[in-house]
């Protein structure tokens, strides 16, 4: 697959760590849609915006846990993934930067393709 | 004089000799696991076990065909060293090592295969996490590949955590608590909170170092976790080894480590 052919893509992501995470907001599955991607990124639209801590991430940033991982491979498998949260609307890889990913938050879990 | 050996010839003879002579020590060396021993190979053995505070000191022993020597330097590390030596060999916790040194390293030589048993101490069922060692490609470290299946199918991990999980995981018996989702374990958690998460990119700081025991072939072999980018820009570098397993996973609690 190209990366073009991952927008739009169905995806599920079910988060592992943290472990408090999980008993504020569930392990999930979250679901959401790939709006950009490369071999070592994927961006993620959440359906349903999941709040954490008294805030709200829409957005997810999907880079493979890993070495020699790429986060592409959802294609074929489920990745394990280290996972940003963001707390804004960002829909491609050109706009990541440490300012917009200032107020993130990380989690670890596995992101699979629905 | 008479009969005597030319001088020229009586000094090849003798160098021819002495390199002989360094050969056969090499080999000797090389054959009784001393030169392994003196260098840079060692690796890491699981241990674990609720007696393991016990006792002051530990040693390692492995198979009867597998010459390895447990060098005291070996217990003051804390991560799988690096190593020279490509091959497999069986190693056995024969005496649980301290509560502070709970890791064991062995010199190894490059030994392919054993499957010798340890005499006279049997810790079926992974008290002391009997192991197949074999190198990681690439940078010749060791890790604990699996465990023998013979041992009785169990293998100890670690895993850094809080202590809401740790709670979590004693009430129910289940690894992470039986909560939904991969779950990520290491051979050897560091002692260190702050290097734990480093070397594991954890997103939180842990609280304490778990050893579990857990049934042999529920988690994958270790893979290296790569750095993290944190949020603003931070970055944790990893480098840590981790194993992935999947369900509801069974565990006993062999001990905790406050990080």
């Known amino acids: 697959m190209t990366a073009l052919s991952f927008i739009n893509l169905a995806v599920s992501i079910v988060v592992s760590d943290p472990w408090e995470f999980g008993s504020e907001c569930g392990t999930g599955p979250f679901f959401g849609t790939i709006t950009d991607a490369n071999a070592d990124t994927l961006i993620l639209r959440l359906a349903k915006p999941i709040t954490y801590r008294g805030r709200t991430f829409p957005t997810g940033i999907v880079k493979a846990r890993h070495v020699g991982a790429q986060a592409t491979s959802i294609s074929v498998k489920p990745l394990s993934a280290n996972i940003i949260l963001l707390p804004l609307v960002v829909s491609v890889i050109a706009e990541i930067t440490p300012v917009t990913t200032k107020e993130g ?4 879990g596995t992101v699979e393709r629905r | 004089m008479a ?7 009586r000094s090849a003879t003798a160098g021819l000799w002495s390199i002989a002579l360094r050969v056969i020590v090499a080999l000797a060396i090389v054959a009784s696991g001393w030169r392994v021993a003196n260098s840079a190979a060692s690796v890491y053995v699981n241990s674990g076990s609720g007696s393991q505070s016990r006792a002051a000191r530990g040693h390692v022993t492995c198979g009867t065909n597998v010459a390895a020597v447990m060098l005291p330097t070996f217990f003051a590390k804390s991560e799988p060293g690096s190593a020279s030596e490509r091959g497999q060999v069986y190693c056995h916790v024969v005496e649980p090592v301290g509560r502070k040194d709970m890791s064991a390293y062995v010199a190894v030589p490059g030994h392919r295969g054993t499957t010798a048993t340890a005499t006279g101490h049997t810790h079926v069922g992974g008290a002391y996490g009997d192991r197949l060692l074999t190198p990681t ?63 594991l990119a954890l ?43 999947t369900g509801r996973i069974p565990v006993r609690v062999l001990g905790v480590d406050d990080l």
Do not use: C, W
């Open chain 2, 137 to 199: 490609s690439g940078d010749g470290s060791f890790v604990a590949e699996e465990d023998l299946k013979a041992t009785g199918g169990t293998q100890v991990v670690e895993r850094a955590m809080s202590r809401a999980e740790l709670a979590a995981t004693r009430e129910t018996g289940l690894l992470r608590g039986g909560r939904e989702g991969a779950h990520f374990a290491s051979d050897a958690v560091n002692s260190s909170a702050t290097r734990a998460q480093q070397r």
């Open chain 2, 3 to 9: 009969g005597s050996t030319p001088p020229l010839q």
């Open chain 2, 203 to 245: 997103p939180v700081r842990p609280e304490v170092r778990v050893r579990l025991e857990v049934p042999g072939g529920a988690f994958t072999s270790p893979t290296r976790v790569g750095p993290l980018e944190l949020p603003g820009g931070r970055v944790l570098p990893g480098g840590g080894m981790e194993r992935t397993a």
């Open chain 1, 105 to 108: 938050v990380v989690v670890i």
